[in-house]
């Protein structure tokens, strides 16, 4: 089964600094699809960021972009000029191509941002 | 915009009692998800269910859970028989498309058995 891993439960950044959580998952299929997800206090999870494996270039969107490693299975999120609304816990997770619709997610990563 | 909804928000129920978790996922999405989170835990996959009909399950989804999506719009999560480890946040989320589609995740329902 495909494992997703996060090994940061815990993370702290000054205001406006910037901030990389890691992430790293294992599986053997070739095409698959990595999401980080940010989990507010409200407690609804929002989609931040995606990468499609197939695609070399990291994808970005705004003040948020991933270091997507496929040789190494290391999918990366870095926060920049990070905000007191990033505070959250963030989940990795994997969907795979062959391996059915379920999302396979990380044990998540706290942030914490220091005004 | 078009969200993900459940309730209750949160339901206290006591060991043993059938519990029935309501959700209305986005309207035009055709895949539907239950995970859930035990508190400080991973978010874990439960089932999901395409085409009216479930399409995987994990090993926590045992015969004590059931889902329906009974009108067309909702999608329930019953769990037959509570046990005080069924305790959890339990999420629905809904997708558009199989493969590439991001999840849609609704807020949660906090279940406490006790």
């Known amino acids: 089964a495909q494992t997703v891993t996060q090994s940061q439960p815990e993370m702290s950044v000054q205001e406006a600094e910037t901030v990389t959580l890691s992430c790293t998952y294992d599986?053997?299929?070739?095409?698959?699809?990595l999401f980080w997800y940010k989990q507010p206090p409200s407690r609804q999870m929002i989609l931040v960021i995606r990468?499609?494996?197939?695609?070399?270039q990291n994808a970005t969107e705004n003040r948020f972009s991933v270091n997507f490693q496929k040789a190494a299975k290391s999918f990366s999120l870095k926060i920049s000029d990070s905000q007191l609304g990033d505070a959250a816990m963030y989940f990795c997770?994997?969907?795979?191509?062959?391996?059915?619709?379920?999302?396979?997610f990380g044990t998540g990563t706290s942030l914490t941002v220091i005004p | 915009e078009p969200e993900v909804t459940q309730t209750p928000s949160h339901q206290v129920t006591q060991m043993g009692q059938e519990v029935i978790l309501h959700c209305v996922p986005i309207s035009n999405h055709l895949y539907f998800y239950w995970y859930r989170q035990i508190l400080g835990q991973k978010v874990e996959f439960l089932v999901s269910?395409?085409?009216?009909?479930?399409?995987?399950k994990s090993e926590i989804f045992d015969d004590q859970f059931s889902v329906e999506r009974p009108d067309g719009s909702n999608f329930t999560l019953k769990i037959r028989s509570t046990k005080l480890e069924d305790s959890a946040m339990y999420f629905c989320?809904?997708?558009?498309?199989?493969?590439?589609?991001?999840?849609?995740f609704g807020e949660g329902s906090r279940l406490t058995v006790l």
């Open positions: 997770a994997y969907r795979g191509t062959n391996t059915g619709n379920q999302f396979y």
């Open positions: 269910f395409y085409n009216n009909e479930i399409s995987e």
């Open positions: 599986t053997s299929e070739s095409d698959y699809y």
């Open positions: 989320a809904s997708a558009k498309g199989s493969r590439t589609g991001e999840l849609f």
């Open positions: 990468q499609e494996a197939y695609k070399q």
